[in-house]
C-alpha cells in the first residue's frame, strides 16, 4: 500500500505536466512536447484521459477517485486501481489478445496507463448504431472461458488457489455491489426508482417473496462462492470492438467470486439491448431487425464458451483431481442455471434499482421504453424462477415473456 502524500487528482491540465514531469510522456510517447489532453471519462467512478502528441501516437491515463465521479458522497478505495491492475496482468497472461497493453501503473498516484485502442468503439454504442461484429461471439466466449477457467480451482493447485484469493480481496467494492445488485432493488429503499408507468410493475415484483428468496439466494452465492477471477462489471460498456477485435477493460469491481456472475451481468445486458433494438433501428435509420440478432448472440456466447470451457477442462485440469467428463458437464449445467439467475438479478437492478442500464436513460422519452422494460422484468422472474431447470439456453431465452 502506498502512502497518500504524493497522491493528487489530475484533471485535463495536470494530467500532461503529470506525464512530462515522470518522463513517461518521453518514454511511451517519444515527445514531452505538444503534448493535448481530452477528458474521456462517462462512467461513474473514475478520471479517465486520452493523451495524445502532434505525430498523432497517444495512451489512456485511468485515475481512481477516493469518491464516486457520479455518487461524490459514495466513498471508495483508491486501492481498487490496484487490484485492477493484477486483473488485467492476469488475463495478459491467459487471453491477452482480448485487453488493453498495459504499458505503466503507478501505485502512488493510482494510476494506469495503457493503449489507446483506436478506431475502436464502445459494443454498447456500435450494437445501437445496428452495426455488425461477426467474431464478437467467438471473442466473448473464449475469453469467458480463459479468464473463468485458468484462475479457478480446475487449473490451479490448490494452494496457489487459495493463496490469491485475499490478493483480489475488494471489501468496499464488492459490497456496494451486493447492496444495490441484490439487497435494495426488491425492497422500499431510497435508492431506487423507475419510470412513473413501471411502479406498478415494480411494486408487484417487490411483493414477491418468492422471487426476493431467489435473488437472496444468488447473493449467498455471489458472497461465499470463490470460484475464479471475476471481471465483476462486465457489460456492454466495458468492451471496445471493431468487426475483428474485441477488447475488455474496467475490471475494477473484480474478485473472486462465482464464475456466473460474470456471464450473467453480460446475457443481462445484451437482453437488454434487444428489447431496446427497434428503438435503436429507427434512430439509425435502419430497417428493424437489420441489427445483430441479440438472442442469436447469448446463444452463440454460451455455446462458445461451454466448449472451450469443456475443452480446457479435459486437457488442462489439475491432474488427478478433475478428470470426469460426467462431472464437467454437471458444472456447466449448475453454471447455465446460475448464469440465467444471475442475469435476472442484473435485469432488475438495472431496471428498477441504483444504477439504470444506459438504454433506460437514452429511452426516456421514447413511449417503448415501458414495454421494453416489463419484458426485461418479466425475463428476470422467468430466468430466477424457473418451473424446471434450464436444459440448454435456447429455451431459456425462447420460452419467456415475450416469446
Same mark, same amino acid.
Given at each position: 500500500?502506498s ?10 491540465n495536470?494530467?500532461v ?14 515527445s ?16 479517465v484521459?486520452r ?5 498523432g ?6 485515475q481512481?477517485?477516493?469518491? &464516486?465521479?457520479?455518487?461524490?458522497d ?9 487490484? %485492477? ?12 489478445e ?7 501503473f *503507478?501505485a %502512488?498516484?493510482?494510476?494506469c ?10 459494443l454498447?454504442?456500435g450494437?445501437?448504431a $445496428? $452495426?455488425?461484429?461477426?467474431?464478437? &461471439?467467438?471473442?466473448?466466449? /473464449?475469453?469467458l ?7 479457478? *480451482? ?9 493463496a ?6 475488494n471489501?468496499?467494492?464488492?459490497? #456496494?455491489? %451486493?447492496d ?8 422500499q ?8 408507468e413501471?411502479?406498478?410493475?415494480a411494486? #408487484?415484483?417487490?411483493?414477491? $417473496? ?5 435473488? =437472496?439466494r ?11 477471477? =471475476? ?12 468487426p ?7 475490471p475494477?469491481f ?5 464464475m456466473?456472475?460474470d ?16 428503438v ?15 438472442? /442469436? ?10 466448449q472451450q470451457f469443456? %475443452? ?21 449445467d449448475?453454471l ?11 435485469l432488475?437492478?438495472?431496471t ?12 426516456a ?6 414495454l421494453?422494460?416489463?419484458?426485461? =422484468? ?5 430466468? =430466477?424462477l424457473p418451473i $424446471? ?6 429455451s ?5 415473456p415475450?416469446a
Open positions: 500500500m502512502s497518500l502524500e504524493n497522491y493528487y487528482a489530475l484533471d485535463k495536470t494530467v505536466s503529470w506525464l512530462q514531469k515522470t518522463g513517461l510522456a518521453s518514454q511511451l510517447l517519444g514531452n512536447e505538444h503534448l493535448h489532453s481530452e477528458d474521456l471519462a462517462d462512467g461513474n467512478v473514475n478520471l484521459f493523451v495524445s502528441n502532434a505525430a501516437r497517444s495512451l489512456i491515463v485511468k481512481s477517485l477516493p469518491w &464516486a465521479r457520479k455518487y461524490p459514495f466513498k471508495l478505495p483508491l486501492d481498487r486501481a490496484v487490484r %485492477e491492475y493484477g486483473i488485467l496482468q492476469s488475463y495478459v497472461r491467459h487471453c491477452p482480448f485487453v488493453p497493453e498495459v504499458y505503466h *503507478d %502512488e498516484m493510482y494510476v496507463i495503457m493503449q489507446d485502442l483506436q478506431p475502436h468503439v464502445i454498447r454504442t450494437l445501437q $445496428q $452495426q455488425h461484429y461477426p467474431l464478437l &461471439a467467438q471473442h466473448l466466449g /473464449e475469453f472461458a480463459k479468464s473463468l477457467f485458468f484462475s479457478s *480451482d480446475l487449473a490451479l493447485p490448490s494452494a496457489e488457489k487459495k490469491r484469493v485475499p490478493q483480489f480481496i471489501p468496499v467494492l464488492v459490497k #456496494a455491489q %451486493e444495490v445488485c441484490f439487497t435494495q432493488p426488491l425492497q429503499h431510497a435508492h431506487n426508482h423507475c419510470h412513473a413501471l411502479e406498478q410493475t411494486a #408487484a415484483l417487490r411483493a414477491d $417473496q418468492d422471487l426476493y428468496a431467489a435473488v =437472496l444468488m447473493k449467498r452465492v455471489y458472497m461465499t462462492s470463490a470460484e475464479a477471477l =471475476l471481471h465483476g462489471d462486465l457489460h456492454t460498456g466495458s468492451m471496445l470492438v471493431t475483428t477485435e474485441t477488447r475488455i477493460f474496467d475494477e473484480g474478485f473472486y467470486g462465482p456466473a456472475y456471464l450473467g451481468c453480460l446475457v443481462a445486458h445484451l437482453y437488454i439491448g434487444h428489447v431496446c433494438q427497434p435503436f433501428a429507427r434512430r439509425a435509420g435502419a430497417t428493424p431487425g437489420s441489427g445483430m440478432d441479440m438472442l /442469436e448472440l447469448i446463444r452463440q456466447i454460451w455455446q462458445v464458451f461451454s469443456t %475443452e480446457l477442462a479435459r486437457s488442462q485440469s489439475v491432474l488427478g483431481e478433475w478428470q470426469s467428463e460426467r462431472y464437467i458437464q454437471r458444472y456447466l449448475e447455465l442455471q446460475d448464469t440465467l439467475a444471475f442475469a435476472g438479478v442484473e432488475i437492478r438495472r428498477i434499482g441504483l444504477a439504470h442500464a444506459p438504454e433506460w436513460e437514452l429511452m422519452e421514447e413511449p417503448a421504453l415501458i421494453a422494460a416489463q419484458q426485461s =422484468l418479466g425475463m428476470a422472474r422467468h430466468w =430466477l $424446471q431447470p434450464w436444459s440448454n439456453m435456447s431459456a431465452l425462447h420460452r419467456g415475450e
